[in-house]
Structure formats: C-alpha cells, structure tokens
C-alpha cells in the first residue's frame, strides 16, 4: 500500500451526466476518496455514451440507419477524446461500466494502470455487448465488481478482481419523521427506478392489484422518468413522481414500504441492490426478489422480506400492511445495515485501498 501523504491523481472516465453507474459507482466518491488522498478528475462526455438518436430517428432500427449510426459514433468517440488524453497526467485510469461498444482499442490508449467499473450484466445489453465486455476486461489491470456473480464472470477475463458494493450516501437518504401512516390515513407502496425497469413491475402486477383492491386506502408510488400504465390496478391508486435528482432521497420518505422486485434471470443476478439500499438507509423495510445480491443483502440483518412468488408477494405487502410495528423495527435495521456496511464513507474507504494497491 502506498504512503499515506501520497495524492493519488485518478482520470474517472464516465459515460453521461445522469447515468446512475456514473452518480453512484464514480461521482458520488469524489468528495470522501479526497479525504484518503486519491484526487479524482472526472471526464464526462457531453453527449451520454447510451442516448438515444433523437425523435423519429430513434425509433427506427439501426441497421436501417448505417450512415447516420456512423455518424453518431464518430461524435461519441470525439466526445471521449478529452477524458484519454486527461489519462496522461493521471495514476490511474478509472472507467466506469463500458467504453466506446465496438471501438474498445480506444482505450490502449489510455494511461495504464487502468480499472474497469462494472455494476450490471452489461455483456448482455446488446448484440456487441458480450465481445465488448470481454475486449474491456482484457485490456484493463484490474475490475471493480458490484457483485459476486459480476466478479465470477469477469475473473474469466481479468486475473485480478475485486468486489465493491455501489454504495449509498446515508448522509442524504435519511428516515424521515413518517411512520406507517401519513395524515391522510394512506398506506403507501413505493417503487423508483428506471421506465426500462417497469417489466420488473409489471411483473407482480397481479399481486399489487389484488393487494389494492383489497385495501383502498393503499397507494403504489412509482419514482421514475415517465409514468407507467397497468391494466389491472386504477389510475386513482397510483402516484407517479417525475425522478430528479433534487428529489430523489426526498421522495422515499413519503414510502410506507420500498420494493424490488427481479427476474431470476442472469440480468437480474447482475443488479447490485441499490434500490434496495436506498430504501434502507431511508429506513424503509423492504421486500424483494429472492435473487441474486438481493439475498445477500438479506443476509445481513432483519430488513425485509425476500419473495418467491406472486403469493408471497401479496401475502409480505399484507403482513407489513398490518403491522405497523414490525415496518419501523425492519425499517431502523435497515438503516444500520446500509450504515454498517453500504455507506459512502465504508465503500469510498474500499475504492482508497485498492486505488493504493494498483498504484
């Protein structure tokens, strides 16, 4: 490990502004890694790596679009440049998730040594997404993993792996003074994310419909980008809050319960359990699918249920429904778990630690 009076300079290399790998696994580190003396510059790109073509010419599929796709790829690669040639005055090299999906040699040109970021199954995000990963993996000193199962496929790739957490800021999602019921008497089911994670909702429509059907004064508040729509659960029953980043910690506080429900599929083993962790550290309890990071998590400490099925999510929704006892007891573990373990100041200790070893 180096001199603790050493200033470690890392060249973050992230792929959007509002990208949560970006916020999360990089950004949200700046501040408490100055405190160990790594000094991270961050090159953000000004167009997001993963956006989209805008209007109608998104919607039309890409390989009807060579001309145009190239173009875009020329812009993004641009947009890139400035955060290689920051690399040469830097240590280290820290890039988050993917780099430039078909033009992976881009990074040989970065300063070695080099640490890739990764907190998703990205090998399965499009048709490159496999090849892209690999060539990364191999062309990197060392990966940072979300998860066991991220790591296990990764090391097939990199000899040396580590795994970190995503952690959550316990200093801005906070409980807040709501117990169980707010002044008008709702009990409320709450849900943040991505609009490209609503399959996950749809997925335990049945039982949240039957839960809502059932008790009138329930709602589901969904936190995300664009509000969804369901066929079986009414409109009236259902808050959508438009996600900012202003208010993102703000609006858990208005949650009775946090939920995360997964497909047991390899995707949903790649997810690293921040929703679940921003309901924690708000002192939400949770229920969740039994899967993947999920169930680590669980592990931990009394914060929640795992759930198996549309059963069992029906029946976890109506037991914390009833008891709203047993909501504040799962909900303050959880807090100290996301404390304990999950903090910002516990994972950005990590990150120093290893920054130190590959420097």
């Known amino acids: 490990?180096?001199?603790?009076?050493?200033?470690?300079?890392?060249?973050?290399?992230?792929?959007?502004?509002?990208?949560?790998?970006?916020?999360?696994?990089?950004?949200?580190?700046?501040?408490?890694?100055?405190?160990?003396?790594?000094?991270?510059?961050?090159?953000?790109?000004?167009?997001?790596?993963?956006?989209?073509?805008?209007?109608?010419?998104?919607?039309?599929?890409?390989?009807?679009?060579?001309?145009?796709l190239l173009a875009q790829t020329a812009v993004n690669t641009l947009a890139r440049l400035p955060g290689v040639f920051g690399t040469f005055s830097s240590d280290l090299v820290w890039l988050e998730r993917s780099f430039l999906p078909g033009l992976e040699i881009v990074v040989r040109l970065t300063k070695a040594p080099r640490v890739l970021d990764v907190d998703d199954a990205v090998w399965l995000m499009n048709p490159l997404g496999e090849n892209s990963a690999k060539l990364l993996a191999r062309s990197v000193d060392a990966v940072i993993a979300g998860n066991d199962y991220l790591a296990d496929w990764y090391s097939r790739f990199c000899q040396n792996v580590y795994v970190v957490p995503t952690a959550i800021d316990c200093q801005r999602f906070t409980p807040g003074e709501r117990i169980g019921k707010d002044s008008n008497n709702l009990f409320v089911i709450g849900w943040t994310g991505t609009s490209g994670n609503f399959k996950y909702l749809k997925s335990i429509e049945k039982p949240l419909a039957r839960f809502l059907k059932a008790r009138r004064e329930a709602r589901l508040l969904i936190v995300a980008d664009k509000k969804p729509s369901f066929e079986l659960i009414p409109e009236f029953q259902v808050w959508f809050e438009r996600w900012t980043p202003q208010s993102e910690s703000d609006v858990l506080r208005r949650m009775d319960v946090g939920i995360m429900p997964l497909l047991d599929d390899d995707w949903g083993?790649?997810?690293?359990?921040?929703?679940?962790l921003q309901y924690m550290a708000s002192g939400l309890p949770v229920i969740v699918s039994n899967v993947g990071m999920n169930k680590e998590v669980l592990g931990k400490g009394a914060c929640g249920f795992g759930s198996r099925s549309a059963d069992e999510w029906y029946e976890l929704i109506e037991q914390l429904y009833r008891e709203p006892h047993l909501r504040l007891i799962l909900g303050q573990n959880g807090r100290r778990i996301a404390e304990k373990n999950y903090s910002l100041e516990v994972v950005s200790d990590d990150l120093a630690k290893i920054f130190n070893e590959l420097v």
């Open 269 to 276: 083993r790649g997810k690293c359990s921040f929703k679940m």
């Open 1 to 68: 490990m180096g001199s603790q009076n050493s200033v470690i300079r890392v060249a973050a290399l992230t792929s959007g502004r509002d990208v949560p790998s970006a916020r999360f696994r990089v950004r949200q580190h700046i501040s408490s890694l100055a405190k160990h003396n790594v000094e991270v510059a961050e090159y953000c790109p000004v167009i997001n790596q993963h956006a989209r073509l805008p209007g109608k010419l998104g919607r039309i599929r890409s390989r009807y679009l060579p001309p145009v």
